[in-house]
């Protein structure tokens, strides 16, 4: 069954409620996000990998004042991938306590769950570089 507008916008609330529950601290609530076999994958920006949601959480709270005070997603595209699964790429921000702001792209495969739509995998793909590395034609001549 192709992914409806209620799906659509079920995942969009999904992705969304990340940054809601990391910045206020509610931990307790990452069953609402992820599945509990989530794999959330920090490799590209060079960390191990979390697998659980109680690994994801004792990170967060062995981070402490470290996490980013905000997190923000926009640009969300989502992919319908048949039988309750979709994909997703969106922009994420994340603001520091130094006044920094970081950019990543959010890659998550979301399963379609009993109780909603849930993130079984996150990759985390830091964005370092204008136009995805690629040189300008002036660099490139």
Request: glycine share 10%.
């Given at each position: 069954?192709?992914?409806?507008?209620?799906?659509?916008?079920?995942?969009?609330?999904?992705?969304?409620?990340?940054?809601?529950?990391?910045?206020?601290?509610?931990?307790?609530?990452?069953?609402?996000?992820?599945?509990?076999?989530?794999?959330?994958?920090?490799?590209?920006?060079?960390?191990?990998?979390?697998?659980?949601?109680?690994?994801?959480?004792?990170?967060?709270?062995?981070?402490?004042p470290d996490n980013p005070l905000?997190?923000?997603?926009?640009?969300?595209?989502?992919?319908?991938?048949?039988?309750?699964?979709?994909?997703?790429?969106?922009?994420?921000?994340?603001?520091?306590?130094?006044?920094?702001?970081?950019?990543?792209?959010?890659?998550?495969?979301?399963?379609?769950?009993?109780?909603?739509?849930?993130?079984?995998?996150?990759?985390?793909?830091?964005?370092?570089?204008?136009?995805?590395?690629?040189?300008?034609?002036?660099?490139?001549?």
């Amino acid at each position: 069954m192709a992914l409806g507008p209620h799906d659509r916008l079920a995942i969009h609330e999904t992705i969304s409620l990340h940054g809601h529950l990391f910045d206020e601290g509610e931990l307790g609530r990452l069953g609402e996000l992820f599945t509990e076999d989530v794999v959330y994958d920090l490799s590209p920006i060079g960390q191990a990998a979390m697998h659980g949601i109680e690994e994801i959480r004792a990170a967060a709270l062995e981070l402490g004042p470290d996490n980013p005070l905000a997190h923000h997603v926009t640009n969300v595209v989502i992919t319908d991938e048949g039988e309750g699964t979709a994909t997703t790429r969106c922009k994420a921000l994340a603001l520091t306590a130094e006044g920094t702001t970081r950019s990543a792209t959010y890659i998550d495969t979301l399963d379609r769950t009993e109780t909603g739509w849930r993130i079984r995998k996150r990759v985390v793909v830091p964005r370092r570089s204008p136009l995805g590395g690629k040189r300008s034609a002036a660099e490139s001549a």
